[in-house]
């Protein structure tokens, strides 16, 4: 089984930094995002996440001055992880970068740059971004079209990966006595001429130590699917049944015909009682305000729609989004299964924001998440501790334990890079 920790400043849940125990300036706090890397190391992760949003997610100040959730005040991921490399030694290290506001030749350097300093444990989640108030950031005034936003993310995945195919592995020969630097042979021209991007390259960063460093991807719908099948090695999906999470990961492998892992989301919510864990939840439940609700089940779209309705009635029918597709898929398809009001849903997915969820002892986690590697329905999980850093340490040292004396996890780590840990061929 392969295990990310999702990196949440104060943890995943939507009321977590307003916790009396929580660290409310989690966001940039240095120290705070090392020792949760480290505890994630200490505990044999693959990897640890850091998704990202180039801006916040909505642009109402009222709803967003309640919430730490709409990347209002963190860090730029991939500074955060190039320090965390030099405090970590075998953790993989994978962040969020948006194919709609970068530039391909940017985005392979910098992760290429991240491969070679963390000893080659860099990894990237590509996405389109999901929100129009990035999209203003980036000269829009909306943000692109859904499908011309994964053309887009097809051609810029296909830029990068062949940008860090620019150098040989011994193309740097360093001859001082010769007065040879690198080996003409070992250096190849790109001229990429695409749709969106024109690149002449090489890449003037030498051949990343993983060859191709992780691809990671996010994406649920038609086109994110198709992606993903063409370029990805990890998938990251929110699923929230057993049948709905075999039916991606069969359809997924079945698209790409190769090796995919395939991590869906986790909300673990762990005490040595039921009870203990139900207290636990309840207390986040509580703290949570109706305006950070509401936006969470919208992601900032259609919040006008939902903020005119009666909280206590069902959701109305909506259009589809120019947003995240399968998330508010997901979202109102449950309300409708499970018979939810407005705020029943928001207080449903206040915690895991639509992943799987699971409240009980460490027995109950690790049969959950059991069943579902077992079937089928995932290669591993992507951790989301409700709170941090409690939530970790209850999941390393009650669930951990109990995984690994079922023989599902490992106890210590056999390679040195991030393709290593997840098992995937070199590239
Ligand atoms: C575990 C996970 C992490 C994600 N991280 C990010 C992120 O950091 N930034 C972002 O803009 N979108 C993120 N997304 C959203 C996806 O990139 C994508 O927009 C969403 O899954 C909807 O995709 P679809 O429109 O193809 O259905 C994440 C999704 C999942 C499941």
Redesign the pocket.
């Known amino acids: 089984m392969h295990l990310g920790l ?1 990196l949440f400043p104060a943890g995943h849940h939507v009321a977590a930094w307003r916790h009396p125990d929580a660290n409310a300036a989690a966001g940039v706090d240095f120290a705070w995002y090392r020792d949760l890397a480290r505890k994630a190391e200490a505990a044999c992760f693959d990897l640890i ?6 801006g916040a997610r909505s642009e109402d100040p009222e709803v967003l001055s309640r919430s730490a959730h709409a990347y209002v005040a963190q860090f730029e991921p991939i500074t955060l992880l190039s320090a965390l490399a030099a405090s970590t030694d075998r953790i993989g290290l994978v ?2 970068i ?1 194919s709609s506001f970068n530039e391909p030749f940017h985005a392979a350097r910098k992760i290429a740059s991240l491969d070679h300093i963390s000893g080659g444990r860099a990894g990237w ?7 129009d108030s ?1 999209a203003r950031n980036f000269g829009l005034d909306a943000h692109l079209a ?1 499908a011309e936003r ?1 053309e887009r993310a097809g051609e810029f995945a296909d830029v990068v990966h062949a940008l860090w195919n620019s150098w040989d592995a011994d193309a740097f020969v360093r001859d001082k006595q010769a007065g040879r630097f690198f080996d003409p042979a070992g250096r190849h021209v790109l001229n990429h001429q695409g749709r969106f991007f024109k690149v002449k390259g090489p890449l003037n960063v030498p051949r990343p130590p993983q060859g191709r460093p992780v691809t990671v ?9 198709d992606l993903a099948a063409r370029t990805a090695d990890v998938v ?3 699923q929230q049944t057993l049948e709905e999470a075999r039916a991606f990961r069969t359809d997924l492998l079945t698209r790409a015909g190769r090796p995919i892992r395939v ?3 986790l909300f673990p919510v762990v005490a040595p009682t039921r009870a203990e864990a139900e207290d636990k939840f309840a207390t986040l439940q509580d703290l949570i305000h109706p305006d950070t609700g509401l936006d969470l089940i919208t992601g900032g779209w259609l919040r006008d729609v939902l903020a005119k309705c009666d909280l206590d009635a069902p959701p109305p029918e909506l259009p589809p989004t120019n ?5 508010q ?1 997901l979202l109102f398809d449950m309300a409708r299964r499970e018979g939810l009001t407005l705020r029943k849903l928001y207080l449903r997915v206040a915690g895991a924001r639509g ?1 799987q969820q699971v409240i009980g002892t460490p027995q109950d986690i690790a049969d959950a998440m059991q069943e579902r590697f077992e079937s089928g329905g995932a290669d591993g999980f ?1 951790i989301m501790p409700p709170l941090m850093p409690q939530g970790l340490d209850d999941f390393t040292a009650l669930v951990v334990p109990e995984l690994r004396r079922r023989g599902l996890f490992r106890d210590r780590y056999e390679g040195r890079t991030l393709r290593d840990h997840l098992a995937l061929e070199g590239a």
Do not use: K
């Not at 996440?49 to 180039?54: C, K, M, N, P």
């Not at 989640?125 to 929100?131: H, P, Q």
């Open positions: 999702f996440f850091l998704a990202d949003g180039a962040c969020t948006s989640n590509l996405v389109t971004s999901a929100s990035e859904h994964y991807q996010a994406g649920a719908s038609e086109a994110g699917r990251f999906t929110a991590l869906p989301g947003g995240s597709q399968s998330r898929e992943h992507n």
